[in-house]
């Protein structure tokens, strides 16, 4: 499964952005997807989950109610709506996708396939 994410950009606190990550393959509906990030100096953190028939959902307390996650399985995309953004949300954002008819996971090490990453910086 090859991964193309895109959205981010630069926004003043408190703005909003939606992210998207188009997924390559027709099985994308079978795969759990997930939103994780990196900060500079950081460790790639967890941000938001959404099983593979969107029955799923779970979120980093850091973002829980800010950020939704959803996906369109007819258009092979997977999105994470960010609103009422921080400067602590600066990072790279990276889509993935996980193990088939899994729901919502946390667990980097349950994904197996990883987008570029797209740059969300957020001034104050």
């Known amino acids: 499964v090859q991964l193309q994410a895109s959205g981010g950009g630069l926004v003043q606190a408190g703005g909003s952005l939606r992210l998207s990550c188009a997924a390559s393959?027709?099985?994308?509906?079978?795969?759990?997807m997930g939103w994780f990030r990196q900060a500079p100096g950081k460790e790639r953190e967890f941000v938001a989950t959404?099983?593979?028939?969107?029955?799923?959902?779970d979120y980093s307390d850091s973002v829980k109610g800010r950020f939704t996650i959803s996906r369109d399985n007819a258009k092979n995309t997977v999105y994470l709506q960010m609103n009422s953004l921080k400067p602590e949300d600066t990072a790279v954002y990276y889509c993935?996708?996980?193990?088939?008819?899994?729901?919502?996971?946390?667990?980097?090490?349950?994904?197996?396939?990883w987008g570029q990453g797209t740059q969300v910086t957020v001034s104050s």
């Open positions: 393959e027709r099985t994308f509906s079978q795969h759990v």
């Open positions: 959404i099983g593979w028939n969107g029955g799923s959902t």
């Open positions: 993935a996708a996980g193990k088939r008819y899994y729901s919502a996971s946390r667990l980097e090490n349950e994904y197996n396939y």
